[in-house]
């Protein structure tokens, strides 16, 4: 299947469709319990006021923007969330590769898009799931013990990229499209993180890192880095 035909091209992500339908329905019944109960209407006013701003906010975290790269891809690695860089630091990766790596981390506030994509182009060595903590995303811990899913990614060039999807105090679901032996490129989504979360990019040593800390991220559209 051809790159531009395996983007999802939505506006509101599928992952909010059922959340969304459930919240309006709530929203109506309930402030129509409240117009017709009382003769004052000022509860109706302010349930009303109150209801339109929380439902805006749900529609505002699953909202989707439709993002292509549409520069030269070939080593390159682009941010896989929207966010802010709280991480960019040498560790010791022991869950994959078992050596040190360049970690990048991108924390995701609850006013971030949350789709995740791909952040480099290649084939999907494997996937996985590990269930954890719901520690707050920007805390060092939360990569190690919170709940997590793991992809790693290896690049035409035979470099391998780990990605990891990591809950947060409020995040309870992580979702990962990601499937082992599949062709992956950037500007395709890799999954999506519900209500505030964190995503973890390990890169080989000696990559050239574009990115500092505290500095905001686009999803699919920042440049993190260059592989060798």
């Not at 091209?9 to 019944?29: Q, S, Y």
Request: with cysteine; hydrophobic share 45%.
């Amino acid at each position: 299947m051809g790159r531009l035909k395996k983007l999802k091209k939505i506006r509101l992500h599928r992952e909010g469709t059922h959340i969304l339908v459930a919240g309006l329905l709530f929203f109506l019944a309930i402030n129509s319990l409240v117009y017709f109960c009382f003769d004052c209407k000022l509860p109706f006013y302010l349930l009303a006021l109150v209801s339109t701003f929380v439902y805006g906010l749900m529609v505002n975290f699953f909202r989707c923007p439709i993002r292509i790269f549409g520069e030269e891809t070939e080593k390159i690695v682009v941010a896989p969330a929207d966010g802010k860089i709280v991480v960019v630091e040498e560790v010791e990766e022991n869950e994959y590769f078992h050596d040190r790596r360049i970690m990048v981390s991108i924390f995701m506030s609850v006013v971030n898009v949350h789709a995740n994509w791909y952040p480099v182009d290649g084939t999907v060595k494997k996937v996985g799931h590990q269930d954890g903590k719901f520690m707050k995303a920007w805390l060092p811990k939360a990569s190690t013990d919170n709940e997590r899913s793991l992809v790693v990614i290896e690049t035409p060039e035979g470099v391998e990229v780990l990605v990891r999807q990591i809950a947060g105090a409020m995040a309870r679901r992580i979702v990962t499209y990601a499937e082992a032996g599949e062709e992956c490129y950037i500007d395709e989504h890799m999954g999506f993180i519900k209500f505030g979360s964190r995503v973890d990019v390990y890169l080989p040593l000696g990559t050239e890192i574009f990115v500092k800390m505290g500095q905001l991220t686009t999803g699919n559209q920042t440049v993190l880095a260059k592989l060798k």
